[in-house]
């Protein structure tokens, strides 16, 4: 038994929907990748997952996106939507259901979800006083309202959200509010709207918020000083025509908010899924079963909508779901030291990052810098540091290395019956690093799971620079091939550890090294440190280095990038 979590369980993992009105960019596929490599690594330890999340593909943005460039909203969201589905297959994102906001599963569930909540009080019905701009004509939604924060003071808070001090706020307290489409300052007029009364579920919600311990601290923290100042109602509604229809009575012309309306989203997914696999009613058995635990990767700016929200509505059901177990939640990347934004230019999308190198590459680069703690700023000159050095040097030389020279001593390589002394000690270092590795990822510390897997690449570059195994080959043979297999025992650790990071790389690595099978289908409690003799067929190179003018050239290589990978979007957002 490897350590980490014990005992064969099932799992709900999911990450936050994408928001498809253009391609996503790198700040947004990081959640994506990180629950697939947390899906990865639990059917590894022999666990049964499901991921599910989709194309949030309703509200005012995507309406007015829409109308900007003059098709209907659901032309533009069939195309990013099928777009980001061949994108996601190229960064090799392996969900178990991918679906979207327009499915029938889900508008059928939404619906009857939040009719239940009415039926049970929790929904009530009163006049609001919201934004309306009078140039565009239109309601404006909690996002296309900015103004000063009240609180903190930030001159560009939202009007459903602080992004510097992270309070949930109402579009009416913003001061100085402009309309973000145009820039003019809103009027506010009287509309009829239906709310969620949080309130009811304050001291349920507060339980389940304390004693939850596998809450991340930020999460938790954040989640208790939120409602410790009070759980006021929540608008359910929208005047939007683009979404689903509100089930309650009287509210005809009305749409679910699209905040509920997605974050439902994981349980239609979950029984979209299933159905298609002829198991009709089973999601019940996953999300009404204490014994399944559920997994969140999202941003930081998320929290308040999946520690409070989605439990709050769980909770007044009156059905007993599963609370989340894990709310994994990052704080921003940053590109070259600003926030991404796509009306300024400022960022790389996930198409076009694809267009510089392959995505496993990618995978382990947004891994490595994945914002667990802290914003992390992702810079051209660490990327190219990050694929050179650590995937070209450290792991790929190394292998490389390795594999030649078992080529060279003819491939087989048996088990040995004895180990000098040293051999025994890097063997055990091996293994404790690779237990180390496993416990980071049972934490979603995957940034330190990486972290570990080079420093098990590095001792064993280190290793071989000691034993030099092609030295001892000219007076010992069977002394040089001990330190072979010793080396070899750290390739095969190498693959195990990388495969929920880079699946694909890590094949070619067990297929050169003569392992049977799959590595996917090694569990890890099992095999990760089980070693017979290895029958070495291949040695060839795993990655490819950038060329040393590479810093110098970026400028150029994102505009080239960036036009290869428009002429490949679909016409609708071709700009």
């Known amino acids: 038994m490897v350590g980490g979590c014990g005992g064969l369980a099932r799992f709900i993992v999911t990450a936050a929907w994408p928001y498809v009105n253009y391609i996503p960019h790198l700040g947004t596929i990081i959640h994506l990748i990180s629950a697939d490599v947390y899906a990865r690594y639990l059917r ?18 995507i309406e007015l996106e829409a109308r900007r460039r003059g098709v209907n909203p659901r032309e533009l969201t069939d195309a990013v939507h099928a777009r980001d589905v061949e994108l996601f297959r190229e960064y090799g994102i392996e969900f178990s259901n991918y679906t979207r906001t327009e499915s029938p599963v889900h508008k059928e569930f939404v619906r009857e979800f939040m ?65 973000a489409i145009c820039g003019s300052k809103p009027i506010f007029k009287v509309t009829r709207h239906w709310y969620i009364d949080l309130g009811r579920v304050r001291d349920r919600l507060l339980e389940w918020l304390r004693d939850n311990r596998e809450l991340q601290d930020n999460v938790r923290e954040y989640s208790l000083n939120w409602v410790a100042q ?23 012309g009305k749409t679910i908010y699209v905040w509920f309306d997605a974050l439902l989203g994981y349980i239609s997914a979950t029984k979209e899924h299933l ?27 998320n929290i308040p909508f999946h520690s409070i929200i989605l439990p709050a509505m769980l909770l007044a059901s009156g059905e007993p779901y599963v609370l989340p177990w894990r709310i994994s939640a990052t704080e921003y990347l940053l590109y070259e030291g600003k926030h991404f934004s796509k009306s300024r ?17 990618w995978r382990w680069i947004l891994m490595r810098l994945r914002p667990e703690l802290r914003d992390q700023n992702f810079t051209w000159s660490e990327f190219y540091r990050i694929v050179n050095s650590e995937l070209g040097d450290d792991i790929g030389n190394y292998v490389h290395r390795v594999l030649t020279l078992a080529l ?38 995957l940034k330190q799971a990486i972290e570990l897997i080079l420093e098990l690449a590095r001792l064993g570059n280190r290793y071989l620079n000691e034993r030099e195994p092609w030295a001892i080959m000219r007076r010992d043979q069977v002394e040089a091939l001990k330190v072979l297999w010793v080396a070899l025992f750290i390739v095969k650790l190498i693959a195990h550890l990388i495969a929920p990071v880079m699946p694909r790389t890590a094949e070619r690595i067990w297929r050169m090294l003569g392992q049977e099978g799959s590595v996917m289908e090694r569990v890890w409690d099992k095999e990760l440190l089980k070693a017979g003799d290895f029958v070495v067929t291949g040695s060839e190179p795993l990655f490819q280095k950038l060329p040393q003018d590479f810093p110098e050239r970026i400028d150029y290589i994102v505009e080239e990038a960036r036009a290869r990978a428009t002429a490949k979007r679909p016409k609708v957002i071709a700009d």
């Open 44 to 61: 590894l330890r022999g666990h049964e997952v499901i991921y599910v999340t989709g194309s949030d593909e309703h509200g005012t943005p």
């Open 275 to 301: 159905e298609s696999k002829g198991r009709k009613g089973e999601w019940r058995d996953w999300w009404m079963n204490s014994d399944v635990k559920t997994l969140y990767f999202i941003g930081k700016d």
């Open 408 to 445: 060279r001593a003819g491939g087989r390589v048996p088990r040995p019956e004895g180990l000098e002394e040293r051999d025994v000690e890097v063997l055990e270092e091996a293994k404790g690093l690779a237990l180390k590795a496993v416990e980071a990822y049972d934490s979603i510390k």
């Open 230 to 252: 009070g759980l006021k109602p929540r608008s359910v509604t929208r005047d939007t025509r683009w979404g689903i229809e509100a089930p309650f009575p009287g509210a005809e």
């Open 115 to 179: 009719l239940k909540l009415y039926e049970n009080g929790y929904i009530f019905e009163q006049d609001e006083v919201l934004p309306y701009c009078e140039n565009d004509k239109t309601f404006l939604p909690d996002r296309f309202v900015e103004g000063t924060c009240p609180y903190c003071g930030y001159e560009r808070a939202r009007g459903d959200q602080c992004d510097e001090c992270g309070r949930l706020l109402h579009p009416t307290e913003l001061l100085n509010p402009r309309c």
């Open 345 to 361: 230019r400022i960022g790389i999308w996930i198409d076009e990052a694809l267009e510089i190198a392959p995505g496993e590459y």
